[in-house]
């Protein structure tokens, strides 16, 4: 969908990350963005 590449570009989200919803209320001035990941991916964990 063209509004969630918009939201990806301003939040800087990239591959593997990915909006998968987005849910507005105007009523209650809510704005909800659902991100998740591409199923396999792996992330390295860095211990500081």
Sequence with gaps: ???DKIFETALY???PWF???ID???D???LD????????SMFI???I
């Design 1 to 3: 969908m063209f509004t």
């Design 13 to 15: 989200i990239e591959s």
């Design 19 to 21: 909006i998968d919803k």
């Design 24 to 26: 507005f209320d105007l």
């Design 28 to 30: 209650e001035k809510r």
């Design 33 to 40: 963005i659902f991100i998740n990941f591409t199923k396999g």
């Design 45 to 47: 964990v860095r211990f």
